[in-house]
């Protein structure tokens, strides 16, 4: 599911070498971060720079490569994020978020809900059996505002803040009240959970 991962094939052997080859052919892949793009090597690094069709073709293309076969339509397939919640700073990307969520628990919801959307689309045109999904997860826990998502798409809420000590159904619990703010949004949007 993690992006980098997408970008270069889920590559066994030398996937350095390969990003930095990637690098050093499409440099516009890889995000923006403080002003000058920077290669990304490991999944807890910054997600790429997305605003380029080129490169969501070459992960849906990766991703599709990974789950077509004769078992790839029995269980959803997660299209995650790097595990990190710093994204590229390009003018593109940032374009992409919703002004009103900057600074909230949902900020990238647009950016990734927009991604995982292109990169379904592609996939669905190979094959449209397969089953594909997003989660809410880090900065993009609640819904997107401007990006519309794909009904086919299904939702798992990875809320990893929740409060062990209490039920999610515990009212006075105020780290519960929260995911039962995120799961309460999402069901809202209709979408499957």
Sequence with gaps: ????????????????????????????Y??????ARIIIDDAGDANPCISNPALLDLMA???YDRVCGPHGAEAYVTIGNNDSTSWCECEKC??????????????????Y???????????????????LGGWAYQDFWYPPVKVKIDPRLRVLISYNNQCWKHTVGDLKCPINAEWRSIYAAWKATGHPL
């Design 113 to 131: 809900w927009y991604t995982v959307g292109e990169i379904a689309k592609r996939i669905w045109k190979r094959d449209p059996k397969l089953k």
């Design 94 to 111: 940032r374009a992409i978020d919703a002004p009103e969520l900057i600074g909230t628990k949902g900020q990238r919801s647009d950016r």
């Design 30 to 35: 890889f995000p923006l971060i403080g002003g």
């Design 61 to 63: 293309s990766n991703l």
């Design 1 to 28: 599911h993690i992006m980098m991962d997408m970008m270069t094939g889920w590559a066994e052997k030398d996937k350095k070498g390969r990003l930095e080859a990637l690098y050093a052919k499409h440099p516009e």
